[in-house]
């Protein structure tokens, strides 16, 4: 039989390290790389590896959706499209210019987490195991047959940074292992999605605010599950209310028990700032006064004017 015609829409390491694995294999043969047009080390890597591996590739300045984009991947006649670490919506006419479906690469278990950031709200939602999915594409997001999926448990410190790479590894991995079925047309059953809840663009963990009357427990998942740190935040930052501003969290620890301190009080506001919550003292460690510009813990009290006694909301 004939290698599959396939074309990859997606971005990175990762859709590389997938192209590879398609390249390297008898049963597939990779007509077009659809990626976007990003200056980065990750992009560069990837147009270098289609330039070597003789691919082309199409980096389209207005995204996917446009007919110049379909015209180009329906010339392929690509047998499967696959979509790896791709970030934007394929319409109808895409989803409908494969002969044997879209597959789309997703950082969660698709019957738990359908939607947007699920390694965030895993951390959030304290789960004790995440997974990937590797699915059918629909119209509808999220939903298609399953065509590989791969479960792993979780330590309890995992940060949204370190989750997401996590997921990326056990998918190429998943990739690497399930290609074969892949490639046959396996779809290993529908999704059930009665107890997948959907999250969007616009939904964040607690609104994005630190509420100092919440527990100790709770203020560390949420602020774990919004810490992309090196890496500039593409979810949301997590502020809370000081009396001249606001401040952005990215990290605190546990220091004592809360005594006869109120939830939000300032305990300490020097080369330190201790903040009681509902049932610890918390030393920030890592704040920010704008989105990206970590400042030191001093410089964030000075220029917000904390003193003890005042109240974080």
């Given amino acids: 039989m004939a290698p599959q015609r396939v074309v990859v829409v997606g971005n990175g390491r990762m859709a590389q390290q997938c192209s590879e694995i398609l390249v390297a ?22 147009a270098r590896f289609c330039l070597e591996a003789g691919i082309p590739l199409l ?27 791709n970030f934007q919506i394929f319409d109808a006419a895409l989803l409908g210019a494969a002969r044997l479906g879209c597959i789309n690469f997703h950082n969660g278990p698709i019957e738990r987490y359908r939607g947007v950031h699920a390694p965030s709200w895993a951390i959030f939602n304290d789960e004790k195991e995440h997974g990937i999915t590797w699915h059918y594409m629909e119209r509808s997001v999220d939903a298609g047959a399953i065509a590989a999926e791969d479960r792993f448990a979780l330590a309890g410190t995992e940060t949204a940074l370190s989750l997401t790479l996590e997921c990326i590894r056990v998918g190429v991995e998943s990739f690497k292992r399930h290609l074969g079925s892949i490639l046959a047309g396996h779809r290993s059953r529908a999704p059930a999605l009665e107890g997948a809840k959907l999250y969007r663009r616009a939904d964040f963990p607690d609104g994005g605010v630190l509420n100092p009357q919440s527990t100790a427990a709770h203020i560390g998942r949420l602020l774990r599950a919004t810490d992309f ?14 009396p001249r501003g606001s401040l952005i969290v990215n990290e605190v620890h546990a220091v004592g028990e809360t005594g006869r301190h109120e939830p939000g009080e300032i305990v300490v506001a020097d080369r330190q700032l201790i903040v009681a919550c509902a049932d610890r003292l918390l030393a920030f460690s890592a704040v920010m006064l704008q989105p990206d510009e970590t ?18 909301t």
């Fill in 25 to 46: 294999s008898s049963g597939a043969k990779v007509a077009l790389v659809v990626a976007e047009r990003r200056n980065d080390a990750a992009q560069s890597r990837l």
């Fill in 59 to 85: 980096q389209p300045d207005t995204g996917i959706g446009t007919p110049a984009v379909l015209a180009t991947v329906a010339a392929q006649r690509a047998d499967f499209i696959f979509s790896i670490d």
């Fill in 229 to 242: 740190r090196p890496f500039p935040n593409p979810f949301t930052y997590v502020r809370v209310s000081c």
């Fill in 295 to 312: 400042v030191s813990v001093a410089d964030a009290v000075a220029s917000l004017d904390l003193r003890v006694g005042q109240r974080l």
